[in-house]
Nanobody, 111 residues
Framework: QVQLVESGGGLVQPGDSLRLSCSAS????????MEWYRQAPGKQRELVAR???????TYSDSVKGRFTISGDYAKNAVYLQMNSLKPEDTAVYHC?????WGQGTQVTVSS
């Protein structure tokens, strides 16, 4: 049984940084594809970042150069380092592995 638990969200100001964590059980993150999605109110869910087998990362154009996805294989956790945050980054961020999703963590960027 796969479980994904996100944490690290919060309220920050534009230009600030946050690091989201996704703690995984039931899978080995280095052997699979892990993704971060986000969904803002009234908008479609958006794929933000993906890491394949722990080393090959891709990003949406909206976050490229500002966000970094990485994994800690000893802790079986995936992270999303978010820098230079903008108000448009405000959303609920979810971790995903195949059909399995975490419950999400809220990120709010506001002055």
């Amino acid at each position: 049984q796969v479980q994904l638990v996100e944490s690290g969200g919060g309220l920050v100001q534009p230009g600030d940084s946050l690091r989201l964590s996704c703690s995984a059980s039931g899978i080995t993150i280095g052997s699979t594809t892990m993704e971060w999605y986000r969904q803002a109110p009234g908008k479609q869910r958006e794929l933000v970042a993906r890491i394949l087998r722990g080393y090959f990362a891709t990003y949406s154009d909206s976050v490229k150069g500002r966000f970094t996805i990485s994994g800690d294989y000893a802790k079986n956790a995936v992270y999303l380092q978010m820098n230079s945050l903008k108000p448009e980054d405000t959303a609920v961020y979810h971790c995903r592995n195949g059909p399995d999703w975490g419950q999400g963590t809220q990120v709010t960027v506001s002055s």
